[in-house]
């Protein structure tokens, strides 16, 4: 059974940072492309990051993405931190056709 597990959710005041993490089980970690998106109150999810399996890594401003093969996981790194980034994040692995996806993990940017 494929699990991808959101972790390090939570609040940070503006300007802070906070590192995401997404423990993958199941699945060839390896073959996968993983992905951040995030989603926002009334809001469509959209896409934060990316990480290739031979980890050429695209994010949008003060994220990056990377990954940890040995571990099965992705981690997002997200700094300055602003009352925009507060959403539901979410991984996923992708290969080919195939897509999995996670619960979501919440973040929560206030002073």
């Known amino acids: 059974q494929v699990q991808l597990v959101e972790s390090g959710g939570g609040w940070v005041q503006p300007g802070g940072s906070l590192t995401l993490s997404c423990a993958a089980s199941?699945?060839?970690?390896?073959?996968?492309?993983m992905k951040w998106y995030r989603q926002a109150p009334g809001k469509e999810r959209e896409l934060v990051a990316a990480?290739?399996?031979g980890g050429t890594a695209n994010s949008v401003p003060r994220f990056f993405i990377y990954r940890d093969n040995a571990r099965k996981s992705a981690y997002l790194l997200m700094n300055s931190l602003k009352s925009d980034g507060a959403a539901g994040y979410y991984c996923?692995?992708?290969?080919?056709?195939?897509?999995?996806w996670g619960q979501g993990t919440q973040v929560t940017v206030s002073s």
């Open positions: 996923s692995g992708e290969t080919g056709i195939i897509k999995y």
């Open positions: 199941g699945l060839t970690f390896t073959s996968y492309v």
């Open positions: 990480i290739s399996t």
